[in-house]
C-alpha cells in the first residue's frame, strides 16, 4: 500500500510562485507526478516524472512548471512559476508502480489559488 502526503498549496498572485511536494511511503514508486482539477472540469495532468528522471508536461503549463523527484526521499515536486489564473485548481499527488499490472494511487489533494 502507498501514501501520499501533499503540501504547499496556497494562494499566490498572478506571476508569482508556489511549490508543492509529495510524499510517498511504503514502497519505491515507478512514476510520481501532478494532476489538477478546476471547479467544473475534468481532471488533466499536469506533469510526472518516472525513478530515471524523464518528465512530461502538459503544454499548458511548458516552460513554466517544472517537476522534479527526490528518489531517495521517496517525495515530488512541482515547482509553479509564472502562475496565471487559469492554474487554479485542486493539484493531486500521483504514483503508480508495477508494469504488467500498473497500481495508481492518489493523493488527497491541495488547493492552488492564483489570484489576478
Known amino acids: 500500500q502507498v501514501q501520499l502526503v501533499e503540501s504547499g498549496g496556497g494562494l499566490v498572485q498572478a506571476g508569482g510562485s508556489l511549490r508543492l511536494s509529495c510524499a510517498a511511503s511504503g514502497r519505491r514508486i515507478d512514476v510520481m507526478g501532478w494532476y489538477r482539477q478546476a471547479p467544473g472540469k475534468q481532471r488533466e495532468l499536469v506533469a510526472t516524472i518516472t525513478s530515471g528522471g524523464s518528465t512530461n508536461y502538459a503544454d499548458s503549463v511548458k516552460g513554466r512548471f517544472t517537476i522534479s523527484r527526490d528518489n531517495a526521499k521517496n517525495t515530488v515536486y512541482l515547482q509553479m512559476n509564472s502562475s ?17 499490472i500498473k497500481y495508481v494511487y492518489w493523493g488527497q489533494g491541495t488547493q492552488v489559488t492564483v489570484s489576478s
Open 84 to 100: 496565471k489564473p487559469e492554474d487554479t485548481a485542486v493539484y493531486y499527488c500521483y504514483a503508480d508502480v508495477g508494469s504488467t
